[in-house]
């Protein structure tokens, strides 16, 4: 069950001349949640686009369930990995079965509809993140939570093992990110999904993931367990905070308490 | 939902046969709808022929046309440059032919003025193609970078480049006669006068395979709604994609300029039009803006022959005329 879903292999990854990324390796566990820890500017949105294949790396390869992105039509990833950028932007007027439609996408032939196979898997996507009954809505006229689990609707309408989500709780309030990381949670658990996101909140972090990755000046500094990982001294280089930890109240998770600027 | 937009079909078709029905029976010498039906199926007398079938029709189908391929283009552009107030003027198309014919029609100006020949006919529309081309190719190079194009640096380039091309252009009319500078600006005004069968062959069979191609990529055209880094999440490769459709919007604009001159309006509200009636999905909203933007043009064309007759008043005049209050309303009504 410990397959390594995502191989990152001696990537640099640049913007124009600014190496974000100077070298960076790392493995993505199978059917379970990465989560990419690190301050702004830390190169983990970078981490991120380069696995979804977005920005291409200046060296190095990144293997999707052992086959290297590049080397494959862009259409055959998509089948096996969807992708959902920072708060993305819904065409106007869209409804919001047609947006989760559009996760169809990768298998459909230029011409005719949607098959029975694709309409199952389209209901099934919003009946698991329970915007079913918003169906005939427009979706640019959802609120936050509900406008993402469209988005994420799509996402799994895409029927692939990988999921990767770049802030899915940024801008919502702290019941909407948690019904989101519940959501994802469960996807993961029911599905086996291989997730992996970007998420600011260290102790949703803590919460959610069974792995962690930090990140820091385009390195790795830390990754393992949110036990193992989640440390006073680790929360130190990653922030150049102070931090007061305990352990949550089932004792399977550090929480931060309270942090100070040093 | 799904009513309204059946109700609203139903309107746009039967709208498209009024006009175009009306577009056969008005003009100096008019006729009865019944008359123009009758002639269409060959039961017409000599004059009503010469007035339909040599005059009126071909002129009506070149107006469709052009209004079909000014609003896929249209469409092509709002979503790939994910600007609502993109179209095909601001790719460059409207002032690069415009320059074209306006030099095509002061370096030849003698032979332009004895006879409308077989010759300027078929000059006029190769120059606008010409001119639409490489003014589109200047705004290309200038927005591409690093191999990539950016839509919202290809926007200030093509504004860039029109308002340039504008100088050159007042700069040529000021040194023409006044019969060669009326003969600009009407063409510049976007005029469908003079249009014939040949303007109909020309154009015709490759609008109509354009807009099939189109149609056939409709979906990516949905995906690449979305934005780049989702539409290539989707397996859409949009650096490829984004160019192929430039250069359709690009040829699709070209056609119809170069025969009905600056009408290019018509390609900014009937996608937009289309937008509002069947929502942004491109199965549904290709068709349905190719239509509307027919309607106008032809609608406007009429108007422009038959208002202030004998006079013609170019039939890109006529569309601002429409199309400026009621863009100002959508813009209102917008929240």
């Known amino acids: 069950m410990e397959q390594q879903k995502i191989q990152v292999r001696d990537i640099t990854v640049a913007y124009e001349q600014t190496i974000v990324i100077p070298k960076l390796n790392l493995n993505i566990p199978g059917g379970k949640i990465t989560i990419v820890v690190g301050g702004n500017g830390c190169g983990k949105s970078t981490l991120i686009k380069s696995v979804a294949g977005i920005l291409k790396p200046k060296k190095g390869e990144i293997f999707i369930n052992g086959t290297e992105i590049k080397k494959q039509a862009p259409r055959e990833t998509a089948k096996q990995m969807a992708v959902l950028p920072q708060s993305p932007q819904v065409p106007e007027g869209l409804l919001v079965k047609e947006l989760v439609a559009y996760g169809r996408f990768p298998y459909q032939k230029p011409v005719g509809g949607l098959t029975e196979h694709d309409h199952q898997v389209i209901r099934w996507a919003m009946e698991a993140t329970g915007i079913l009954a918003l169906k005939d809505r427009r979706a640019d006229s959802l609120s936050g939570g509900q406008r993402q689990r469209a988005w994420i609707a799509m996402a799994l309408a895409q029927e692939t093992e990988i999921l990767v989500l770049d802030e899915p709780t940024t801008y919502l309030d702290m019941s909407h990110q948690l019904e989101i990381l519940s959501l994802l949670k469960e996807l993961n658990q029911k599905n086996q999904t291989t997730i992996v996101m970007v998420i600011h909140e260290i102790n949703h972090a803590s919460r959610f993931a069974d792995h962690i990755i930090g990140m820091k000046e385009g390195q790795m500094v830390f990754e393992g367990t949110p036990a193992d990982v989640i440390t006073e001294q680790n929360l130190k280089t990653l922030y150049g905070i102070r931090a007061k930890l305990t352990l949550s109240e089932d004792g399977t998770y550090p929480v931060c308490t309270e942090y100070e600027l040093e | 939902m799904k009513k309204r937009q059946r109700t609203a079909v139903a309107l746009v078709v039967f709208l498209f046969l009024a006009v175009f029905v009306g577009a056969l029976m008005y003009g100096s010498y008019s006729m009865t709808a019944k008359d123009v039906v009758m002639t269409l199926f060959g039961k017409g007398d000599g004059m009503q022929n010469i007035a339909v079938l040599d005059l009126r029709l071909p002129r009506a189908v070149t107006a469709v046309l052009t209004g079909a391929a000014l609003s896929v283009s249209g469409c092509i552009l709002q979503s790939v440059t994910k600007n609502d107030l993109a179209e095909p003027g601001i790719i460059g198309i409207n002032a690069g032919a415009a320059l074209a014919v306006v030099l095509l029609i002061s370096v030849q100006s003698t032979s332009y003025y004895t006879a409308l020949g077989f010759g300027t006919v078929l000059l006029m529309p190769i120059a606008a193609a010409a001119g639409a081309f490489i003014s589109f190719l200047c705004i290309y190079l200038l927005a591409r970078d690093n191999g990539s194009v950016r839509p919202v640096k290809m926007i200030l380039a093509g504004i860039g480049v029109n308002t340039g091309v504008n100088a050159l252009i007042t700069l040529y009319q000021l040194n023409m006669s006044k019969g060669d500078y009326n003969q600009a600006l009407a063409w510049i005004g976007g005029s469908l006068w003079g249009s014939s069968w040949m303007y109909v062959a020309m154009t015709a069979p490759i609008i109509i395979v354009l807009i099939l191609i189109v149609f056939y990529k409709n979906r990516t055209l949905d995906v690449m709604d979305l934005g780049d880094e989702l539409a290539m999440g989707l ?101």
């Open chain 2, 235 to 335: 397996g859409v490769q949009v650096e490829r994609e984004r160019k192929v459709f430039l250069v359709l919007a690009v040829c699709l604009a070209a056609c119809a300029t170069s025969v009905a001159g600056n009408i290019a309006f018509a390609g900014l509200i009937g996608p937009h039009l289309a937008k509002r009636l069947v929502g942004p999905v491109h199965k549904r909203q290709i068709p349905a803006a190719a239509c509307l933007s027919s309607i106008l043009v032809l609608g406007a064309d009429t108007l422009a022959r038959n208002l202030f007759s004998p006079l013609e008043i170019p039939a890109g005049i006529m569309i601002s005329l429409i199309g400026v209050p009621y863009f100002v309303y959508l813009l209102m009504k917008e929240r």
